[in-house]
């Protein structure tokens, strides 16, 4: 196990609503990045918090938003939800810094928008 | 921006040794990492390329040509429970972004 913790484990929303997934990241790490699975594919980088602040973003729409707090836990908030953001969401913690950087997973968060 | 290829499937039998290949285009290279994902679960890291050659971790090994664009991901005495997708994601350099792009994986089933 990675240490990285994620809720909730699935969610069920409908169109229109607004959700807040969870991440708390490894211990040691000040880096959390977001990432969006969709069945099949491999997972597509949403944004990234380094010590508080935003530090790069892919290709979301605003609606997409975060935070990262004191204790670089983080959430992901998705307003008007589309039938297409039904996906796995992924958070991955890091320390951001060095080469050897790596990225450690946590089990992520199911959404189904009906 | 970056384009990651790889294989769709692979199939393999226990015991042997398989290569997935993974290429890619990019304007700024700082890394590449391999993950295995089984359905269903997070990927979990595998290994991780900056320079060029050879990585060995017991089973497993990656290479990694920068000029080429070129890594692979080598799995030597399959097991079952190596049935997983193989992720190839490379990091860019660029500004306080240390984010991965993920090519869409390449799904490995080990035959008995």
């Known amino acids: 196990e990675t240490g990285v913790t994620q809720s909730p484990t699935h969610l069920i929303k409908t169109r229109g609503q607004q959700v807040t997934l969870r991440c708390s990241s490894q211990?040691?790490?000040?880096?959390v990045s977001w990432y969006q699975q969709a069945l099949g594919q491999g997972p597509q980088f949403i944004f990234q918090?380094?010590?508080?602040?935003?530090?790069g973003r892919g290709n979301f729409p605003p609606r997409f938003s975060g935070l990262q707090f004191p204790n670089y836990s983080s959430e992901l908030n998705v307003n008007a939800l589309e039938l297409d953001d039904s996906a796995l969401y992924l958070c991955?913690?890091?320390?951001?810094?060095?080469?050897?950087?790596?990225?450690?997973f946590g089990p992520g968060t199911r959404l189904t928008v009906l | 921006g970056q384009n990651i290829d790889q294989p769709t499937e692979m199939t393999a039998t226990e015991g042997a040794i398989v290569q997935i290949n993974c290429t890619y285009q990019?304007?700024?290279?700082?890394?590449l990492f391999w993950y295995q994902q089984h359905a269903g679960e997070a990927p979990t890291f595998l290994s991780y390329?900056?320079?060029?050659g050879l990585e060995e971790k017991g089973r497993f090994s990656s290479f990694l040509s920068r000029s080429k664009g070129y890594s692979y991901l080598l799995l030597k005495e399959l097991q079952m429970k190596d049935s997983a997708s193989y992720l190839c994601?490379?990091?860019?350099?660029?500004?306080?972004?240390?984010?991965?792009?993920f090519g869409s994986g390449t799904r490995l089933q080990v035959q008995p």
């Open positions: 990019t304007s700024g290279f700082n890394g």
């Open positions: 211990s040691g790490h000040n880096t």
């Open positions: 390329n900056v320079l060029d």
């Open positions: 994601a490379v990091r860019e350099v660029g500004t306080g972004r240390r984010a991965l792009t």
């Open positions: 918090y380094y010590r508080e602040e935003e530090n």
């Open positions: 991955a913690s890091s320390t951001g810094q060095g080469l050897t950087d790596t990225q450690y």
